[in-house]
């Protein structure tokens, strides 16, 4: 792999993160502060 194709990997894999988290936010609402969630 060349250091091009692992860099876009690793941005898809943090943006499907953050999407996933903010899902989870979004969706089960947990006890904290949503504010305190930070990207």
Do not use: C
Request: charged share 15%.
């Amino acid at each position: 792999m060349t250091a091009k194709t692992i860099a876009a990997l690793t941005t898809a894999l943090d943006h499907f993160l953050r999407l996933a988290w903010g899902e989870f936010v979004f969706n089960y609402q947990p006890s904290f502060n949503r504010s305190s969630v930070t990207y």
